[in-house]
């Protein structure tokens, strides 16, 4: 189960960079929003290449150490990313308003909410010791 909310929440956040491109997200960002509007767009999604594959490869490492904790520190993103897009809701340039936005991003965030939540139910059920009968 730990691991379908994993992926559901990562294929969210996929989904909600796509959403993310037709809402030109790079007016929202520190650095990008001081370029040029071809340059900030060519960049924030070219950016998403490498980022997506250092995503991939620890979220999905062979090392299980790696992959548990990375997968915990992104899903926390989720959560945090949630938050700023929050904050964010009544800036002038922000457009998230759809329904298929706010499902995107509040629902990854719920996704990561109940990811660390399985996280720390395994974690518990793990190290409780043997019930004797």
């Known amino acids: 189960m730990k691991d379908l909310i994993f992926n559901l929440g990562f294929a969210t956040l996929a989904t909600h960079e796509l959403d993310a491109v037709t809402q030109s ?9 001081s370029l040029p509007e071809p340059t900030a767009s060519t960049a924030f999604v070219a ?6 594959a250092v995503l991939f490869w620890l979220t ?3 090392n299980l150490s790696i992959r548990a904790g990375s997968r915990a520190v992104f899903a926390a993103f989720w959560v945090i990313h949630a ?6 809701e009544n800036h002038p340039l922000y457009t998230f308003h ?3 936005s706010q499902s995107l991003i509040f629902g990854c965030g719920l996704l990561g ?4 939540v399985a996280v720390y ?7 409780s010791p ?4």
């Not at 997200?25 to 929003?33: C, D, K, N, S, V």
């Not at 950016?47 to 997506?52: A, E, F, R």
């Not at 938050?83 to 964010?88: D, M, R, S, V, Y």
């Not at 043997?130 to 009968?133: G, I, L, N, P, R």
């Open 25 to 33: 997200e790079w007016r929202l960002l520190y650095i990008l929003r």
């Open 47 to 52: 950016i998403h290449v490498p980022l997506l």
């Open 60 to 62: 999905f490492n062979d």
């Open 83 to 88: 938050g700023l897009h929050k904050a964010l």
């Open 98 to 100: 759809s329904p298929l």
């Open 113 to 116: 909410l109940l990811y660390g």
């Open 121 to 127: 139910v395994q974690r518990f059920s793990d190290s």
């Open 130 to 133: 043997a019930k004797v009968t």
